[in-house]
């Protein structure tokens, strides 16, 4: 029987917060997205795994995948949409539908590349994925964990109950969230937060996380199942089982990968809102004169202006920093929007790599432009608004010219 799905994917703060300045009034708001024009449940989906799955219709042997004794059909799931298993980060809290498979000593594996998400608990029936469609947002899936059937993706809507309300924007997106637990892994609701993204500060993020690599120095609120029911050493003793577990494909779970998890799933989720925003105000208003006060505040996420300085410098594991890098593009000087800094702040130059994405590029002609227009406004210094003051001229020319050359259909005239 096919389960459920509520793909909850976390990162933290303590009790509800006010609002970061990268989001704006009324980003709440659930959008009805699905009456026209967007009608999201009865639309086709086109994302990655939906172009899958219609392979694996037409040729049913394909589906036959091996299935691992240990995995079931994960390893062959991550293969086929080029998830790489070094992304692995691991989840305790009881937030999935799949809640009594997960508990600290078995918690939940999420697996991502820059459009993909995928799930995975030890023992639970299905293999849990999202995927960001050019159109729709995120769309949800499940696989059956079952050796005598094939590979088969499911679209799951149900998902939307969580997934499509004011913790994802109020579009189809993805959920961040930072807790306590007890020692089983139920969650302590008092101390959830709104929204997590790379303005959340360190010590507020990672609540209901293992995180196994991260430099000693920083204070996070990962690692810590029972909060304050559990003597320290009782936690890094767990710390140090979970990270050698055999459940899982590879040991630990990835500060790199958790970092670059909080930026762009607020940046898928914002990129949604705008694409199903504009659409509607362009159906009722044939204009999108109203959305100013968005797209500004798309720009300052967008821009990192308020990003959270990094603790102090992190060593990133090998190969989840080879995986994250393997398609940047690289401009006339060999840099791209993919160089890490990762002493002070997470990139070396501040433009999220996800403006160079299928997502933004489908968004609603009349909208994209205006983005872009501004963009280049803010980058050669004509437009001059407070918000972007503390970007550098130094920055604003390496985008500038990054963009130039990595993304040249989205700047000509540049």
């Known amino acids: 029987m096919l389960i459920r799905l509520c793909l909850l994917l ?68 991550l293969e086929m949409l080029h998830v790489p298993v070094s992304s692995q980060m691991l989840v305790f809290s009881k937030t999935s539908v799949q809640r009594h498979n997960i508990d600290p000593a078995n918690p939940r594996a999420l697996y991502f590349s820059d459009a993909i998400y995928v799930g ?30 094939p590979v088969r993706f499911r679209r799951n809507n149900e998902c939307l109950t969580c997934h499509g309300a004011a913790r994802s924007m109020g579009v189809p997106g993805f959920v961040l969230r930072s807790l306590d637990t007890d020692l089983t892994g139920e969650i302590i609701a008092a101390t959830d937060t709104d929204r997590i993204s790379h303005c959340t500060p360190i010590t507020q993020r990672w609540g209901g996380w293992y995180v196994t690599n991260a430099p000693t120095d920083w204070v996070h609120r990962g690692n810590d199942p029972g909060h304050e029911s559990r003597t320290p050493e009782a936690s890094e003793a767990l710390v140090r089982k979970i990270s050698a577990s055999p459940l899982y494909p590879i040991s630990g779970s990835d500060t790199l990968a958790l970092l670059l998890h909080d930026h762009q799933t607020h940046m898928h989720n914002y990129i949604t809102r705008l694409h199903l925003e504009g659409l509607q105000r362009l159906t009722e208003y044939g204009h999108i004169r109203y959305l100013d006060i968005q797209i500004r505040a798309f720009l300052r996420y967008l821009l990192f202006t308020e990003e959270v300085p990094l603790p102090s410098p992190l060593s990133p594991t090998a190969d989840f920093l080879a995986a994250f890098q393997q398609n940047a ?26 403006i160079d994405s299928d997502a933004f ?41 990054i963009l130039r050359d990595t993304a040249p259909d989205l700047t000509p005239g540049w």
């Open 120 to 149: 995975y608990i030890p023992g639970a029936p299905e293999l849990e994925i999202a995927a960001v469609d050019p159109d729709l947002g995120t769309v949800f899936y499940t696989v059956h964990q079952d050796k005598d059937e």
């Open 361 to 401: 590029r489908k968004m609603p002609e009349v909208v994209r432009q205006k983005i872009l227009e501004r963009l280049h406004a803010i980058l050669t210094h004509k437009d001059e608004h407070p918000d972007f003051a503390a970007l550098s001229d130094e920055d604003r020319q390496a985008v500038l010219e």
């Open 329 to 354: 593009k690289k401009d006339a000087r060999g840099r791209s929007l993919k160089d890490l800094d990762l002493h002070t702040r997470l990139f070396r130059y501040p433009c999220s790599f996800l």
């Open 10 to 77: 976390f990162g933290s703060a303590l009790a509800s917060l006010p609002g970061h300045a990268e989001d704006f009034q009324g980003s709440t708001h659930k959008l009805e997205f699905d009456a026209p024009p967007i009608a999201y449940s009865k639309t086709e989906s086109s994302d990655p795994v939906a172009k899958l799955s219609k392979i694996l219709r037409a040729d049913r042997s394909s589906g036959w995948k091996n299935f691992h004794p240990d995995f079931g059909y994960l390893p062959a799931v």
